[in-house]
């Protein structure tokens, strides 16, 4: 628990109950529960774009890729 929360930086909680009942005996009986809830990280928030084939893509299909366009620069340099 306290590796998590020092590797997320947010909190986390541990709950212990002690719940007490008298058995058909006449004795106290208890289970106790235990629980824990580690901080989780946070997601990040994803950025995608849909192309013309309704996938979801990283690269925005409006925007030229600029390697392609340094490798025609390229080509037409050489000629």
């Known amino acids: 628990m306290l ?25 106290i009986e208890c289970v106790p529960q235990i629980t824990a809830k580690k901080p989780r990280r946070e997601m990040g928030t994803g950025v995608y774009f849909l192309n013309d084939e309704a996938q979801l893509t990283r690269r925005d299909p409006n925007q030229q890729d600029w390697l392609d366009d340094m490798e025609a620069r390229r080509d037409r340099a050489a000629e």
Do not use: M, R
Not at 11 to 27: D, R
């Open 3 to 27: 590796a998590a929360i020092q590797d997320t930086g947010n909190s986390g909680e541990i709950t212990v109950k002690l719940p007490f009942k008298v058995n058909k005996a006449g004795q």
